[in-house]
């Protein structure tokens, strides 16, 4: 399959074959245990401390014989500790136990559990080939995204040496993009108690871009809303199918194609 390569001024400069890693079938499921993960691999442990609930001087009263003036009072074998005594009569609260105010809780979440998940190495290959094929396929790309009608291409190179974001924006906006960062500017408010947890906003995931190397470019196109950029040596499956949904808007230069194609990369 040969695509063609674009100018930053969107005209045609040459054509190029792509990889062989761009074959492989397109799977779902593959995919989506990839991305699963990843999202694992990065999450941050969490949980109580062991002495949450359990920092009184409590007790169990199971000598009921000698407090026979308790006797249906209510005294139950719950662990209290003990506000005041008057005589016999004690004044307490229940303490420790999971049903008392202030208690422990009943199954806290343990800091240490392991979320980590493991994935073969040819699995996790197969499923970046398979995501990599769906960013050249129109009818999984066209759901999510807003494309232009060349739509695959590839970009020159000499995107990689723009150091300025406005100049990246109007790259972009000359290849067609201009509806699709339109969209990605769009902020939904959050529902639910997400607003008061630092991530009021959901923002739509907008194109990738992919070079070959470390370049002005990663800085510069950082601060375009709903767009990504990496190195071909660094995506992955959670970059080309945020969500664990195949089609993500891709956009390569040619020579990030000739780095997979001469380092035969997740092969």
């Not at 739509?204 to 950082?222: W, Y």
Request: net charge positive.
């Amino acid at each position: 399959m040969k695509l063609q390569i674009m100018s930053i001024d969107n005209k045609k400069v040459a054509e190029k074959d792509i990889p062989s890693q761009f074959n492989e079938s397109v799977r779902p499921d593959l995919i989506k245990r990839a991305v699963l993960t990843i999202n694992a691999n990065t999450r941050q442990p969490y949980g109580s401390s062991p002495e949450a609930g359990k920092r009184h001087s409590a007790f169990v009263s199971k000598r009921r014989n000698k407090y026979r003036t308790t006797y249906g009072i209510g005294q139950s074998r719950t662990p209290r500790k003990v506000m005041s005594v008057r005589g016999k009569r004690f004044n307490w609260v229940g303490a420790v136990a999971p049903q008392t105010v202030g208690g422990r809780r009943a199954h806290p979440p343990k800091a240490e559990k392991i979320w980590k998940q493991d994935l073969n190495k040819k699995e996790r290959r197969k499923a970046i080939r398979s995501a990599l094929a769906a960013t050249f396929d129109k009818t999984y790309v066209e759901k999510k995204h807003s494309l232009p009608d060349q739509y695959p291409f590839l970009i020159e190179s000499k995107i990689e040496s723009l150091e300025k974001t406005k100049d990246v924006l109007k790259a972009l906006e000359s290849l067609g993009l201009k509806n699709e960062l339109t969209r990605c500017r769009i902020k939904k408010i959050r529902a639910g108690k997400g607003t008061s947890r630092g991530r009021k906003y959901r923002k739509k995931v907008g194109p990738l871009l992919v070079v070959s190397k470390s370049c002005k470019l990663l800085k510069a196109a950082n601060n375009i809303p709903g767009c990504e950029i990496a190195q071909v040596k660094d995506i992955n499956a959670s970059l080309l199918a945020p969500g664990a949904i195949p089609g993500r808007l891709t956009l390569f230069t040619d020579k990030s194609l000739e780095v997979m194609e001469e380092k035969k990369l997740f092969k």
